[in-house]
């Protein structure tokens, strides 16, 4: 895991910096997840939330996660480029989206979630772990 821990939205308003090499990632077949990432399953790499540095400006939304937990979504107010979520029952954990990462590559997932939630058209890699909902 050599790449560079860094990321930036699609214009570069935001950017930032982890520590820290992701602590897991896992693809994740939400409803809201599939709002986040034009249909597909979304890619987040779990990382510690005081491992970040970031700078820039970012908006936030929050609503209630498939799961009922409120989500903190937060994304660049200029591209609008999917960057960080938060939960509280997780106040120490950042879920960074894979996409806005300088090296994607950091984020592999280990399993997928939420794959009940999935069209039938969604590609689910069957080398993975899935899960029909929220992991327990
Ligand atoms: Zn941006
Ligand atoms: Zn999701």
Redesign the pocket.
């Known amino acids: 895991m050599s790449g560079a821990l860094t990321g930036r939205?699609?214009?570069?308003?935001?950017r930032f910096s982890l520590a820290a090499p992701p602590l897991a990632a896992r693809a994740c077949w939400c409803r809201t997840c599939q709002y986040l990432s034009s249909g597909n399953a979304s890619v987040g790499a779990i990382f510690r939330r005081t491992d970040l540095t970031l700078t820039g400006e970012t908006a936030e939304f929050t609503s209630a996660a498939d799961s009922g937990t409120p989500v903190r979504r937060r994304f660049?107010p200029?591209?609008g480029?999917p960057l960080f979520a938060e939960a509280p029952n997780a106040p120490d954990l950042l879920l960074v989206r894979a996409g806005a990462l300088d090296d994607p590559e950091l984020a592999r997932p280990e399993s997928t979630i939420w794959t009940g939630s999935a069209p039938a058209w969604g590609l689910i890699d069957p080398g993975l772990p899935r899960c029909e909902g929220q992991p327990s």
């Open positions: 939205c699609l214009c570069g308003a935001v660049c200029r591209c480029t």
